[in-house]
């Protein structure tokens, strides 16, 4: 049974304040004790969040979606990243790819649903399109077989929840589509990133996740061939190949980018 194929997303579509997120991210990253994280987030509820199971739940949530790695270099930058200061806006795409990385079902739905619509251009994406994908997901996935359509319908609820609050859409009913443009920072950081959690894969354009990018396969070597990038990584393209080799190693990505930001 796959593990990473789960409703995980409702939990994190849940939290009422995602500065909690972050912050639990913060902790971890400093390897901050459990009994610290505890005391701050479930003892002093920092965050008005209304249980104690709630605050308890969202903890498990937030360490299974956020707070799991393929190796230790995939370990190793998400760690430099939350321990930085500044650089916001790559921690709120980052919440997006870890999340689309540890958990199959939030990957499929984005790759064949989210994002599928948001590069065709269109203006928004409704709730009943990712309940039509899921029934659709369902018909031919043994875990998601299993699940009530009560269970589909919240799931889809939730990622547009997700969505909404990390500013990817707007709207209630019908979820209008931000524009997401990501900054330079962020481009270079989600580099690093495939490298890391793919360290045999050069060619970027086969990594699974490349579309998290939000950038079209076919203008993706234009953009990385900048003079901005060229510090950070070297570029091969031959055609339908985009092959990168990294300047810096995992664990001084960060500190580089945020001297020169």
Do not use: C
Not at 67 to 77: I, R, T, V
Not at 118 to 145: P, W
Not at 148 to 157: E, H, L, M, P
Request: proline letters at 1%; hydrophobic letters at 40%; glycine letters at 4%.
């Amino acid at each position: 049974m796959d593990k990473t194929i789960n409703t995980s997303i409702n939990i994190i579509g849940s939290i009422p304040d995602y500065q909690f997120i972050y912050d639990v991210l913060h902790q971890l990253s400093k390897n901050t004790s459990e009994n610290e994280i505890n005391e701050s987030v479930i003892q002093k509820n920092l965050y008005s969040i209304r249980t104690e199971e709630s605050r308890r739940r969202f903890l498990r949530g937030v360490k299974s979606a956020f707070w799991q790695f393929k190796n230790k270099n995939h370990e190793l930058l998400i760690r430099s990243l939350f321990r930085s200061d500044g650089l916001e806006n790559t921690k709120r795409f980052s919440l997006f790819w870890m999340l689309g990385i540890n958990n199959t079902l939030f990957e499929n739905i984005t790759t064949n649903a989210f994002i599928t619509a948001y590069l065709s251009g269109r203006v928004q994406i409704k709730n009943d399109e990712i309940v039509a994908y899921l029934n659709h997901f369902r018909e031919n996935n043994k875990v998601v077989k299993e699940w009530s359509d009560y269970t589909i319908d919240k799931a889809a609820s939730k990622y547009l929840t997700f969505l909404k609050k990390i500013d990817f859409v707007k709207g209630r009913q019908k979820k209008e589509f931000n524009y997401i443009q990501i900054d330079d920072t962020s481009v270079i950081f989600f580099i690093y990133l495939l490298r890391a959690i793919a360290p045999d894969q050069h060619d970027i354009l086969k990594n699974r996740y490349i579309d998290f990018i939000f950038i079209e396969k076919n203008n993706l070597p234009i953009v990385l061939k900048r003079t901005k990038y060229s510090d950070f990584f070297n570029i091969q393209s031959t055609g339908k190949n985009l092959i990168i080799d990294l300047r810096y190693n995992f664990g001084e990505i960060i500190n580089v980018i945020s001297s020169r930001s």
